[in-house]
Every structure is written in structure tokens, then in C-alpha cells.
């Protein structure tokens, strides 16, 4: 999910909400181009992959790096993860270690439980993609 837009020139896509049901394994691919022009027949777009693994004392997100034209993804993008599931016993980044809880703030890595009942984790930034595991 993204912020409403009227046109994809408006504003950076610097912030992509994933909203995950999790369930046994799950994958998704995000296509992106430059939504402008035709330089999409030439190979000018990306793909991210999203995976989810849900196991019963686990919950694992992985979040790939774009895999083709890199001008067309937004620098210094961030991901939030909004999962529905009960809240987990810990929240954690490869790399990163463990996530505090925190307040409903996506500027900083963390976690916290918003007002519709979802656990969402804002994952550190990160230029080779991202692995979110949710401890249950």
C-alpha cells in the first residue's frame, strides 16, 4: 500500500506499506517502471520480492533487493509490515538484532500494536533488502 497519488509524478514512493495475513508461505513481486514513458519495453523496471513464512513459534518476513533497473525505485526507501496476528513475544531484523517496542512513529525501526488490532514493525533501512522475524 501506498499513499493516495493522483498521478505517479506527484511524490516519492519512499514508503511502501505491506499488509500481511500470515498464513503457510506466501510471495509477492512489486513491478515497478517509471510510469511515464515506454521504457518499460526496454527492460527499464524493477521487481522486489516479498515472502512470508508462517510457522506456529514463528512468523518470518523477508523483504528482497530490486532486482533490475534501480532508477525507477525510490532512494532511501522504507518498508512498514502490518501483520494480523497476535502480539509477538519478540520482533527482530537480521542484521539489526532485536526491534523495540515502540510508539506508532515509522521514522524509527521498531514495533508497536496500532488501534485496528495489527502488529506493525518498522523495518530498519537497508540497502540489500530485509528479513523480519516475529517471534511468537
Same mark, same amino acid.
Do not use: K
Given at each position: 500500500?501506498?499513499?493516495?497519488?493522483?498521478?505517479?509524478?506527484?511524490?516519492?514512493?519512499?514508503?511502501?506499506?505491506?499488509?500481511?495475513?500470515?498464513?503457510?508461505?506466501?510471495?509477492?513481486?512489486?513491478?515497478?517502471? *517509471?510510469?511515464?514513458?515506454?521504457?518499460?519495453?526496454? %527492460?527499464?523496471? /524493477? $521487481?522486489? +520480492?516479498?515472502?512470508? #513464512? =508462517?510457522? &506456529?513459534?514463528?512468523?518470518?518476513?523477508?523483504?528482497?533487493?530490486?532486482?533490475?533497473?534501480?532508477?525507477?525505485?525510490?532512494?532511501?526507501?522504507?518498508?512498514?509490515?502490518?501483520?494480523?496476528? *497476535?502480539?509477538?513475544?519478540?520482533?527482530?531484523?537480521? %542484521?539489526?538484532? /532485536? $526491534?523495540? +517496542?515502540?510508539?506508532? #512513529? =515509522?521514522? &524509527?525501526?521498531?514495533?508497536?500494536?496500532?488501534?485496528?488490532?495489527?502488529?506493525?514493525?518498522?523495518?530498519?533501512?537497508?540497502?540489500?533488502?530485509?528479513?523480519?522475524?516475529?517471534?511468537?
Amino acid at each position: 500500500m501506498a499513499p493516495v497519488m493522483q498521478h505517479t509524478g506527484e511524490r516519492p514512493l519512499d514508503l511502501l506499506t505491506l499488509l500481511i495475513y500470515p498464513e503457510g508461505s506466501s510471495r509477492f513481486e512489486l513491478y515497478e517502471d *517509471d510510469g511515464r514513458s515506454n521504457a518499460y519495453r526496454r %527492460g527499464a523496471h /524493477a $521487481l522486489t +520480492r516479498f515472502e512470508c #513464512e =508462517a510457522e &506456529a513459534r514463528r512468523v518470518t518476513v523477508r523483504i528482497g533487493e530490486p532486482a533490475g533497473d534501480h532508477s525507477v525505485v525510490s532512494a532511501g526507501r522504507r518498508y512498514l509490515v502490518r501483520l494480523r496476528m *497476535d502480539a509477538p513475544q519478540s520482533v527482530g531484523a537480521e %542484521g539489526h538484532g /532485536a $526491534l523495540a +517496542r515502540s510508539g506508532e #512513529e =515509522a521514522s &524509527a525501526p521498531g514495533w508497536w500494536i496500532d488501534a485496528a488490532g495489527f502488529v506493525v514493525v518498522s523495518v530498519p533501512e537497508s540497502s540489500g533488502g530485509a528479513v523480519v522475524i516475529l517471534t511468537r
